[in-house]
């Protein structure tokens, strides 16, 4: 696999979906994990690392299987036995899944919060009444100050105003 290759499936790149992509037969799977195509096959029968099947039941592995492979392999080397690793995968699937519902439930607090600010800035309202009936809308009762003027305004031009015959 070249380099340009390579950076495709880069995870930094932030493009999971090219992550998951099934793109590698077995036999470029098992050279880039540096293990032997059985190797590979024994993984999959033992659930440690199952790639997708396409037409005609040919297995093809992503980048996210490649890396599992790689972490097989070291746990492996390291004297943990495939069941123990089959465990620790599954572990390791199911932390991924729940970071996923942390992620989601996040979401849904900022949307809720937000839904929740807006409710108590709309039962901040506050209506003000001028001397010449003019109503304003106020957030806060801070508004209010510039109606008071607008209706001094007002009253002081009424005054200066001749008296009706």
């Given at each position: 696999?070249?380099?340009?290759?390579?950076?495709?499936?880069?995870?930094?790149?932030?493009?999971?979906?090219?992550?998951?992509?099934?793109?590698?037969?077995?036999?470029?799977?098992a050279?880039?994990?540096?293990?032997?195509?059985?190797?590979?096959?024994?993984?999959?029968?033992?659930g440690?690392?199952?790639?997708?099947?396409?037409?005609?039941?040919?297995?093809?592995?992503?980048?996210?299987?490649?890396?599992?492979?790689?972490?097989?392999?070291?746990?492996?080397?390291?004297?943990?036995?495939?069941?123990?690793?089959?465990?620790?995968?599954?572990?390791?699937?199911?932390?991924?899944?729940?970071?996923?519902?942390?992620?989601?439930?996040?979401?849904?607090?900022?949307?809720?919060?937000?839904?929740?600010?807006?409710?108590?800035?709309?039962?901040?309202?506050?209506?003000?009444?001028?001397?010449?009936?003019?109503v304003?809308?106020?957030?806060?009762?801070?508004?209010?100050?510039?109606?008071?003027?607008?209706?001094?305004?007002?009253?002081?031009?009424?005054?200066?105003?001749?008296?009706?015959?």
């Amino acid at each position: 696999m070249n380099a340009s290759a390579s950076k495709r499936f880069d995870r930094g790149s932030g493009r999971d979906g090219e992550w998951d992509a099934p793109v590698f037969v077995i036999s470029v799977a098992a050279e880039l994990a540096q293990m032997h195509p059985q190797t590979l096959r024994q993984y999959d029968r033992l659930g440690l690392v199952v790639p997708k099947r396409q037409a005609g039941k040919h297995r093809r592995y992503s980048q996210r299987d490649i890396d599992r492979l790689r972490r097989v392999q070291e746990l492996s080397s390291e004297g943990v036995s495939l069941e123990g690793i089959r465990r620790m995968i599954g572990l390791e699937k199911r932390v991924e899944t729940l970071m996923e519902r942390v992620a989601e439930l996040e979401q849904d607090v900022e949307r809720w919060r937000g839904r929740a600010e807006g409710v108590a800035i709309a039962a901040q309202r506050i209506f003000a009444a001028g001397a010449s009936g003019e109503v304003a809308i106020t957030r806060t009762g801070r508004d209010t100050d510039r109606l008071q003027q607008r209706t001094m305004q007002a009253w002081a031009q009424f005054q200066l105003m001749p008296p009706e015959d």
